[in-house]
Each structure stands twice: as structure tokens, then as C-alpha cells.
């Protein structure tokens, strides 16, 4: 098996550092992120900003970087990997939001085969889509396009949506159709914060403030249908089932 890097130098046929070329770090890349805001959005972030930004090269700059960096280190969540462990043996699985895909190739080297991946079209998601076909690792794919936001039309044992209601216009509208598409007594691993608007990254929406509150996010979390399940090691509940 090839390495990451070399996947990506394949894949987009020029060599890796051109790839990454303006992300230099995490710092730089934030800092370069929120330049890019100043110059093409002079007020609040839109959705139709967000979405060109998550379409443009920068940002699968980004994610290739960011997965090269991150290749050696755990991703899968520790309380996830412990739920699926104890409670599943093949669950149909949906990472929606998969971002740079490594929670997915976590559950893959867990042995399970039923993986779902859903996020907007961007190039990093065609090289999930490459690596997937390169070494058969059977990953089902759905877009999340501008004209369909909620584009799911199955149900999953398993819902895994880490750090994504933070960027999406209508966070309560995208829970509910999560939850909808979940079985009765699945679990949804729900990991999301609505702080630091348009700092650590320009790409949250500002007015998710409102779901700063974390009593209020609960309540609006368990007003799906979905109850407490798992907390992680912090005390925060990362597992939610539906009952």
C-alpha cells in the first residue's frame, strides 16, 4: 500500500508539497483561511461563501495537509470505537460531514465494511473516491449539494457527525434529518462547538451563536428524540440514542 502522500501525489499528478504549497501549518493555514474571508466577504459569512470556499482548491489544500499531518495519530474517538465495539458487529454506518475522511479509514481498519460518506463534492472528497476504488475499501458515497442539503434516503444503524453543525445554515433542520435517517435505537456520535465564530475558522456561520449554550443544545438535541447515551472523557455527551 502506498503512502498518503504518495496517493496524493498519484491522484492529483503533481508533486505533494505543490499540492500544499499555502498551507505551510495549522497557524499559517488559519491565518491564510481568514485572509481569504477579509478579501472576498466583507461582512458575514454566507452560505453561498461557505460553499465556494469548501469547493476551491485552498480548501482541499487544506484537507490533504491536514490528513498527512494527522496519519499517525488516533482519529477514531475513543467512546466511538468502545460503542461500536460493544454494541455492533456490521452496523450500516454514515459519516456525514467525513471532511478528510480519516474517522472512516479508522472504521475501516476496524473491520467493518458498511461505510457511508457523505460531504460536498469538493477534491478531497474525489480522492476519498480514489483511494477507495485504489484499494477496494468499498466506501459508499452522497453528495451534500447546494440545491440538496439533506440528501438522505436510508437509515443507519450508526450516524457519525463530528464538528459539522458549526458550518451548516440550519443546524436544528440538519439534526432532525439525521436523526430521521437513524434507526430506532441507533446511535448518533454528535461532536460540534458554536464558539469562536469566524477565528479558529472562518467558515462557521455567525448566527450558530445561539447555540453557544450548551443546556440549550442538549435540549434541542434531545427534542429530536434522541437521549443521552455516552459521555466521553471530559464529561460531555458525545453519544446520543434514538429511542
Known sequence: MSSLREDIEEFMGVPYDEVVKHVVNAKDNAEY???????????????EHI??????DQYAAYLF??????????????ILANVLDMYFTQPRILDFGCGNGMIALGLKNMKFDDITLADIPHRYNRFLKFISDKYNLGF??????????????????????NEVLEHVREPEVTLLHLTEHL????????????NDMNGHDPSHLVKNKVYQDIDKW?????GT???????????????WQKT
Open 33 to 47: 483561511r481568514k485572509k481569504l474571508w477579509e478579501e472576498k466577504v466583507p461582512g458575514e459569512v454566507t452560505r
Open 51 to 56: 460553499w465556494q470556499y469548501y469547493m476551491s
Open 65 to 78: 495537509w491536514h490528513a498527512v499531518q494527522k496519519q499517525n495519530e488516533p482519529v477514531m474517538p475513543q
Open 140 to 161: 459508499k458515497f452522497i453528495p451534500v449539494e447546494t440545491w440538496n442539503e439533506y440528501p438522505l434516503d436510508q437509515k443507519y444503524d450508526v450516524i457519525i457527525c
Open 183 to 194: 434507526e430506532q435505537l441507533g446511535y448518533l456520535y454528535l461532536s460540534t462547538f458554536f
Open 218 to 222: 442538549s435540549g434541542i438535541v434531545e
Open 225 to 239: 428524540g434522541l437521549k443521552k447515551a455516552f459521555q466521553d472523557e471530559n464529561g460531555v455527551w458525545k453519544i
